[in-house]
């Protein structure tokens, strides 16, 4: 079994490559190609990689290389998980929206905007090319904003499944707050990527016992700390929100908060240099204890498990997923992209039944459901005027004059990304 990983030299990588190694009968890798552009980071990870697989006895083959074509042809499946402009454009998209008052994130927001214009184009053209490379190869998307990255490649007919890691980490939480293996927990997930509520868990499956009312009142504090957000916002909505939801939930609180610190992109640029010195010692043959520091917590563990499934693998029957909507959320498009839990095969993804959701909920999905045709739009077809619209209909936003600040900022710090400006 052949993978590819674009984005490859990414700090993130070591934790994958972890991943494919305690897996390995799960996942058995005959060969691993990593593809970056970037020649001495790709260097440094991939020296890493060797070591971490041979630590661990695994015998499959690592490659690297700069040369995107030969790295993933005869490739079973593409991971994709790149950053178009790297850490300095998440930079200025943390930065930019707080002269205007809005939040500036990297995946919601105008920061989510700008890096979904950044970013689609670029995964289309890398998508193209597996696809000639080999046709039948499964693309599993950990690019964000994924949402909107996962319905482009699905609307351009590509075989595409989105891959986030709130909901594993959730899901591990959760377990050891109830004293259970992770394996027994099943969320009932519901939403899109990075705007989700966990409505129940469940305990042994889907039909299980909800135990998300002891779980709140048991550990309610433990998972407010985690999520940011009061206690008491938790027991009157009886839900776990994702802790993205805090953008929307407190979002002036975060926009004051954002103006008194260094971004997290400054912070997570510092780390990458530290982790990137330690890659290169030539004794580290496991991913250093920083790394859970960087994010991207038990991405391997479910990208393993999302690939073996989708290569006909052993695969977990039920994973949270990003795929097509197709009548799961009936109150939006068959195209929208949704996040939930879904049954996993050679086939792809299908989303288990969803109970009806409350307003509440289904007002705010539908609400950037909107947002993120218009941003798909925007990316793909370019313009001013789209990009406006875009932001005027992000409920982060919402004020036209706010969205025409906005527009300005965004194209005057991404003229080098935008083919149409």
Not at 65 to 92: F, I, M
Not at 129 to 155: C, K, S
Request: charge should be negative.
């Amino acid at each position: 079994m052949k993978l590819a990983v674009v984005g490859g030299g990414s700090t993130y990588t070591p934790e994958l490559i972890d991943g494919f190694a305690r897996l390995r009968d799960t996942l058995p890798i005959t060969e691993l190609v990593l593809v970056d552009p970037a020649a001495e980071r790709l260097e440094l990870v991939g020296g890493l990689a060797r070591r971490i697989f041979a630590r661990q006895d695994h015998d499959g083959k690592i490659v690297t290389t700069s040369d995107l074509d030969a790295g993933v042809e005869g490739a079973d499946a593409v991971l994709l998980q790149l950053r178009v402009g790297g850490q300095a454009a998440r930079e200025r998209d943390e930065t930019w929206p707080l002269e205007c008052g809005c939040v500036g994130q990297e995946t919601t927001g105008a920061g989510g905007l700008a890096k979904a214009l950044r970013t689609v184009p670029v995964v289309l053209d890398i998508a193209e090319r597996v696809r000639r490379a080999n046709p039948d190869a499964w693309i599993i998307d950990f690019t964000n904003p994924v949402g909107i990255v996962t319905r482009a490649l699905l609307q351009a007919g590509h075989k595409a499944v989105g891959l986030c890691n709130v909901a594993i980490g959730l899901q591990r939480k959760f377990a050891g707050l109830l004293g259970v293996a992770p394996s027994e927990v099943h969320l009932d997930h519901v939403g899109l990527n990075h705007l989700t509520w966990e409505r129940a868990v469940r305990l042994g499956g889907p039909e299980g016992e909800n135990v998300l009312p002891r779980l709140l009142a048991e550990h309610g504090d433990a998972v407010a700390d985690d999520l940011r957000l009061p206690r008491p916002v938790l027991d009157r909505l009886g839900v776990v929100p994702s802790y993205y939801l805090r953008y929307f939930y407190a979002h002036d609180e975060v926009v004051r908060e954002l103006g008194t610190k260094p971004s997290r992109a400054a912070e997570v640029a510092a780390m990458e240099r530290e982790l990137l010195e330690m890659y290169g010692d030539p004794a580290l043959d496991e991913k250093p204890a920083l790394l859970a520091k960087r994010g991207g917590a038990f991405y391997s563990e479910a990208a393993v498990d999302l690939a073996a499934s989708l290569l006909g693998g052993g695969g977990s029957p039920y994973q949270v997923v990003n795929t097509y909507n197709n009548g799961t959320l009936p109150f939006l498009p068959d195209d929208a992209v949704v996040e939930t839990q879904a049954s996993v095969g050679s086939g792809g993804a299908v989303p288990l039944p969803v109970a009806p959701v409350d307003p509440l909920y289904a007002g705010l999905i539908a609400h950037v459901t909107a947002y993120e045709d218009l941003a798909l739009e925007a990316a793909l077809r370019g313009g001013r005027d789209r990009v406006f619209k875009a932001l005027l209909a992000h409920p982060l936003v919402g004020q036209y004059d706010r969205a025409d600040g906005l527009t300005d900022r965004l194209i005057a710090h991404n003229r080098e990304h935008l083919a149409w400006v």
